[in-house]
Nanobody, 117 residues
Framework: QVQLVESGGGLVQAGGSLRLSCVAS????????MAWFRQAPGKERESVATISWSGGRTNYADSVKGRFTISRDNAKNTVYLQMNSLKPEDTAVYYC??????????WGQGTQVTVSL
């Protein structure tokens, strides 16, 4: 089973940057599609970015296109989310997720990102 642990969240001013990391353990994520989701207070969880097992394909929510970049280092069993030009509306708990089949069924515990004005 894959276990996921996120880190890198924190408090940042609008316009700033953060880099989230998701370290996997238990087995290699080499054949997993990986993703970052987020959930803001009172809102449903939403997909932010996904990356294919090879890293060759990425997808982003419209709200973060051009500002966020998802990447992976399979040798380090790690997935990253580089977040630039952060906005207050990016404030949320960010979760790392993994799937081999149709649904994301492996989740981390989340890391809080707070963007202040």
């Amino acid at each position: 089973q894959v276990q996921l642990v996120e880190s890198g969240g924190g408090l940042v001013q609008a316009g700033g940057s953060l880099r989230l990391s998701c370290v996997a353990s238990g087995r290699t994520i080499r054949m997993y599609t990986m993703a970052w989701f987020r959930q803001a207070p009172g809102k449903e969880r939403e997909s932010v970015a996904t990356i294919s097992w090879s890293g060759g394909r990425t997808n982003y929510a419209d709200s973060v296109k051009g500002r966020f970049t998802i990447s992976r280092d399979n040798a380090k069993n790690t997935v990253y989310l580089q977040m630039n030009s952060l906005k207050p509306e990016d404030t949320a708990v960010y979760y790392c997720a993994a799937r081999q089949g149709g649904e994301f069924d492996r989740w981390g515990q989340g890391t809080q990102v707070t963007v202040s004005l």
